[in-house]
């Protein structure tokens, strides 16, 4: 079990900033918010470790709402199959989790998840590294800036590696980052819309893709517009 399960609520600080060894993580990660309410989480410095199979850095879950989590400046480094540094599976697409993160630097087999009708911000990320979708912005609205996104080749839920993927009309604006692997902006099945601008795309393969499947998701959008031109699926 992860050592910080969440209560409606209730908060949480962890600081770290002065701690330079690496803290192991528990079995299945660090914080879980399963089906409560009003729940901020902050965490500050530290460098974190898993071997994390199916696990999750932090998890929220099906019937978590009003929910603030808050990185500044945390290391955290996961080589175990499926894991994740934020996974939301289950969270409901009306629940409104919020998410800021600040510098740091983030190794996983799959990166940050944001699901439901919050508003994310990443800002400043020296590194993520997953060797499949690095973010995933589920019906959310996320802004991703001044950051370092590097992924693998794996296909994680039918999309492609991809530095920044978007699903559900999920809404991302990614300004001002470099960004290396096989895609840098993927549309799902579900739709949404990728804004990018000013960023560093030379080392991907290829620099936007949409899913080959768009008839199942009439009120879906698919949109990428990069510094301002428009594309679409064919």
């Given at each position: ?25 528990g ?12 729940v ?119 999309a ?50 949409f ?24």
């Amino acid at each position: 079990a992860r050592p910080f399960n969440m209560t409606s609520y209730s908060s949480l600080t962890i600081n770290n900033m002065a701690n330079a060894q690496d803290i192991v993580v528990g079995a299945y990660g660090l914080v879980n918010i399963g089906n409560v309410q009003n729940v901020d989480v902050t965490i500050n410095g530290g460098s974190y470790v898993g071997n994390l199979d199916n696990g999750a850095f932090i998890k929220v879950r099906e019937g978590a709402d009003n929910v603030d989590i808050r990185l500044n400046d945390v290391t955290y480094v996961d080589n175990g199959n499926d894991s994740f540094v934020m996974n939301m599976n289950g969270v409901d697409e009306y629940a409104t989790i919020n998410v800021t993160v600040i510098g740091g630097s983030y190794t996983s087999f799959a990166g940050f998840q944001v699901v439901g009708a919050g508003i994310a911000s990443f800002s400043n990320l020296n590194t993520v590294v997953s060797n499949g979708v690095a973010f995933e912005i589920a019906r959310a609205t996320a802004l991703i800036e001044n950051s370092s996104i590097s992924v693998g080749n794996v296909i994680v839920s039918t999309a492609p590696a991809t530095c920044v993927a978007v699903s559900f009309n999920g809404k991302a604006t990614v300004t001002g980052c470099a960004l290396s692997g096989p895609t840098a902006y993927y549309v799902y099945s579900s739709g949404g819309k990728i804004t990018a601008s000013e960023n560093n795309a030379t080392n991907c393969d290829i620099e936007y893709k949409f899913s080959t499947n768009t008839t199942n998701y009439p009120d879906a959008v698919y949109e990428i517009y990069i510094n301002g031109a428009k594309y679409t699926p064919n």
